[in-house]
């Protein structure tokens, strides 16, 4: 099942699709991203199908039908230390196309046992899809779908400001407040605007981003948001839409 969302007439509106990667990593991400949903702005959401609590967050996106469902690609994950990145695991090694290629639709053909549909959208885990070969058989295998790949499809912007780190993975904690937030969606232009976040309710994960999930969440559901949403013309959107509102 693909997305029409690219047939939206974007040329003077802005919708601004909120995704939560890492679902399914945690009970605790799971949680946030629910919350950030119910209570936030939270639209849709990226599931690490090999991820600990990837059925437990299959099961409540199930319970949450406005919340739109793609998938995160998890290939592996680096770990910034001694001036260079390190691998902390690999699925697949990332120059060996054969293997990648066999990973990457195990990971769609998981999503689709556990959701029993087709992933409205794909990202991946620290945006490894960026390079080659995997960029071609990512984008491959979602033009096949006729889905949206983040980076990747000219109608959606991507914004990813809203992170707590920089790119070394030093603390950055003013980008994860409520008026960071506020300025980011103060500034989102006309079109379709993605705008990643990693909500978290609580850290009962391993990761070298933790508190700053929670403080994602605190952000997306402060509700000064909603009141800048509307003063601006912002439309809430999520993967799955079809036509604006």
């Not at 119910?38 to 409540?60: D, F, K, Q, Y």
């Not at 120059?95 to 959208?121: I, M």
């Not at 500034?187 to 403080?215: Q, W």
Request: hydrophobic content about 40%.
């Amino acid at each position: 099942m693909g997305s029409s969302l690219l047939c939206i007439d974007v040329t003077n509106i802005k919708h601004l699709i909120v995704n939560a990667d890492d679902f399914g990593l945690s009970d605790g991400v799971n949680r946030g991203v629910v919350e950030g949903h119910e209570l936030g702005i939270v639209t849709s959401a990226s599931l690490m199908v090999h991820a600990p609590r990837a059925e437990a967050g299959a099961e409540t996106a199930g319970a949450h039908p406005t919340l739109s469902v793609g998938l995160h690609l998890d290939l592996g994950e680096w770990r910034y230390s001694n001036g260079r990145w390190n691998s902390v695991y690999e699925r697949a090694p990332l120059d060996d196309a054969k293997l990648l290629e066999a990973e990457v639709a195990a990971q769609f053909e998981k999503f689709a046992s556990l959701l029993g549909t087709a992933p409205t959208h794909v990202d991946s885990h620290q945006h490894s899809h960026r390079n080659e070969p995997l960029r071609s058989i990512v984008t491959a295998k979602a033009a096949e779908l006729g889905i949206p790949v983040r980076h990747f499809s000219p109608d959606i912007r991507y914004c990813g400001d809203f992170y707590g780190q920089d790119a070394e993975g030093r603390k950055f904690p003013e980008r994860v407040t409520v008026a960071f937030l506020a300025k980011l969606l103060s500034n989102v232009s006309p079109g379709i605007t993605e705008l990643a976040c990693h909500p978290a309710a609580a850290v009962d994960f391993d990761s070298t981003y933790s508190e700053e999930r929670v403080k994602e969440l605190a952000a997306l559901c402060d509700p000064m948001l909603k009141t800048i949403l509307q003063t601006d013309h912002i439309e809430l959107r999520n993967f799955a839409s079809a036509t604006p509102g």
